[in-house]
C-alpha cells in the first residue's frame, strides 16, 4: 500500500504501526545507500536488498519518501532507468509474502506506472488532524513529557494548534518542556502557549 499525504502526519508511524500489530519485521529500503556505492553497483545493491527480503518473508519492505528515490526528477537528473524498470518488474512478480509499503508526500511525483493496480493496491491519504484528533495528540505528548493534562487548557490548545500537523505539535510540547528544565521547574500552560507561538505550522 501507498500512504500520501501531509509530511509530519504520521505516515512513517502507520508503517511501523502495521508491522507491530502483523508480527512480521519491517525493512526500511534506504535508496541513499543503494545509489552511494558502497554495496557495488547501484544495480547489484538493489538486487541484493530485494532478495535479502524475499528470503526473511514474511516481511515488510518500507521505502520512505518514494517519490524522491523512484522515478522522480531531481536536479535535471533522473533515477537510474535500469533500478525503475527492474523494481516495477519486481512488483508484480514478488512473493505474496513480501508486503510493500510506502509513503509519499508529493504523490503527483510519482509516475503512473508505478501507482497503477497490481503494484500499489492500496493509497490512503493522510490529512492534517481534526480537532478532536490535535487534543488526542495533545494529551499523548503531554503525557509522555511527564505532564498531567488536566492542568491544561485542553480547548485553547486545540485552537491553538488549527492547521497544525502532529509533529508540530510534538515540538511545541517538546519545546515547552526545555524552557522548564532550564529554570529547573516543571512546565505549565504558559510554557506551551509561548512554545506554539514561536512555530510556523507548514499549512501557512
Not at 535508496?31 to 518473508?57: I, R
Not at 487548557?153 to 524552557?179: F, K, P, S
Request: hydrophobic share 50%; charged share 25%; aromatic share 10%.
Amino acid at each position: 500500500f501507498l500512504v500520501m499525504g501531509v509530511s509530519g502526519c504520521g505516515k512513517s508511524l502507520a508503517v511501523k504501526v502495521i508491522s507491530a500489530l502483523w508480527h512480521v519485521p519491517l525493512f526500511r529500503l534506504d535508496m541513499n545507500l543503494v545509489f552511494s556505492g558502497m554495496y557495488g553497483s547501484p544495480e547489484e545493491a538493489f538486487h541484493k536488498a530485494l532478495k535479502q527480503v524475499e528470503a526473511v518473508a514474511p516481511a515488510i519492505l518500507w521505502i520512505d519518501e518514494i517519490e524522491n528515490s523512484l522515478g522522480l526528477e531531481e536536479n535535471a537528473l533522473r533515477i537510474d532507468s535500469h533500478i525503475f524498470s527492474a523494481f516495477l518488474t519486481w512488483m508484480q512478480e514478488k512473493s505474496p509474502l513480501v508486503f510493500i509499503a510506502a509513503t509519499a508526500n508529493r504523490i503527483n511525483a510519482l509516475p503512473a506506472e508505478i501507482i497503477r493496480k497490481g503494484r500499489f493496491d492500496q493509497i490512503f491519504f493522510v490529512d492534517l488532524p481534526s480537532d478532536t484528533e490535535r487534543r488526542q495528540i495533545i494529551r499523548i505528548h503531554l503525557e509522555l513529557n511527564g505532564a498531567d493534562p488536566k492542568d491544561f487548557d485542553m480547548e485553547l490548545l486545540t485552537v491553538m494548534t488549527e492547521g497544525w500537523n502532529g509533529a508540530e505539535i510534538e515540538q511545541a510540547v517538546v519545546g515547552a518542556r526545555v524552557d522548564a528544565f532550564y529554570e529547573k521547574r516543571p512546565f505549565v500552560m504558559r510554557d506551551v502557549s509561548a512554545s506554539m507561538q514561536r512555530i510556523v505550522p507548514l499549512s501557512d
